[in-house]
């Protein structure tokens, strides 16, 4: 068994989200038994540690031993900005924005990066692997060099030239695809060869997925609790924008964890809605056709950062979306930067258009 604790019983353990079986090793990515992907279970203890602060407050639900060694930049308690001229007009008074642009290098990506490297470099792992579009990227590079762990980096040729220098400051080599993000084919070779090379490695495959990084994607998770603990409750609705659908799966599972052990039994669950742009709508055309998520064949939004045509978290965004009796809904690009624009000059809020779906 796959585990760790401090004081002898596991405290959370690695198992396979179809077999059951529990993992081969805690550095493991995917099931040894069938090849499933790996979701992460915990023992029924407390979910909040009131003497830490940011993200490391909820560090008792967190998959990481010792969290006095954490790395830390000071992720987590972004705010929570209740909306004025938009709620108005919509008539939503309680209408939020979660400001994940707040976190250290300017992404909820922060999250994942300073639980997977957490964990990874507890046990012994010395460089990591990943591809990104560009905040992943960012994040990882940042807390790879917290940790002195040498990083690999396979981005989109497309990727935004500002994103791109902030990631090289950070020191990790980069490669540039071509087409990443735009075929098919080209995406899922990708994965593979960067989930090789890390394997031949020894690295920490960091790819911001569950399907490939079940570790990294608990800390998401601590953006439900945050949620939770500041409205004293579950949101009826939360809007995600989506590529590979992580983002979304995460806060589902953050929010079913927090409903089960801190609320009431019969606490209504938090209504998940999928947002995609209608260039690169993988998972919505699954949702609005009743079915299991297919790629599709070409991708045309030019939003960067959820440009996925085999998302590889599209079934659990899927499973999350039926499960809490969620939808999805996709936006064009003019109506993204319109709502760009209009969270700046109305609320006062800049954020990325991927952000603004
Ligand atoms: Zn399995």
Known sequence: MTSAASNGSPRFW??????????????????????????????????IDPARRGMWRYAPALP????????????????????????DRLGLPNLYFKIEGANP?????????????????????????????GNAGAALAAYGARAG???????????PRAKLSQILAYGPRAVAIRDLGRDPTVEKNTFRVVGELARSRGW????????FN???????????????????????CVYVPTGGGGLLSAIHKGFEEWRDRMMPVGAPAARMVCVQAEGCEPINLAWRERREMRPIPTCTTKISGIQLTAPPDGDLALAAMRGSNGWGTSVSDAETYAA??????????????????
Request: hydrophobic share 40%.
């Open 149 to 159: 762990m040498q990083g690999t980096l396979f981005t989109l040729e497309t990727a």
């Open 64 to 87: 990481v031993e010792r969290p006095d060694e954490a790395l830390t930049l000071g992720e987590g308690a972004t705010p929570l900005v209740r909306s004025r001229a938009i709620a």
């Open 340 to 357: 760009q624009r209009m969270l700046a000059r109305e609320e006062g809020l800049f954020c990325e258009p991927a952000s603004a779906t």
């Open 105 to 133: 290098t300017g992404s909820y990506k922060d999250r994942i990066a300073a639980v997977g490297l957490s964990r990874m470099r507890e046990l012994g792992v010395t460089g990591w692997a990943a591809t990104s579009s």
């Open 14 to 47: 690695l198992r396979c989200a179809l077999c059951g079986q529990p993992a081969e090793s805690p550095v493991s990515n995917f099931c040894g038994a069938c090849g499933g992907m790996l979701t992460v279970d915990y023992d029924a203890g407390p979910m």
């Open 204 to 211: 920490a495959l960091q790819i911001t997925a569950h399907a």
């Open 214 to 236: 079940p570790i990294g994607m608990e800390g998401v998770r601590t953006i439900s609790f945050e949620l939770a603990e500041e409205l004293g409750r579950l949101p009826d």
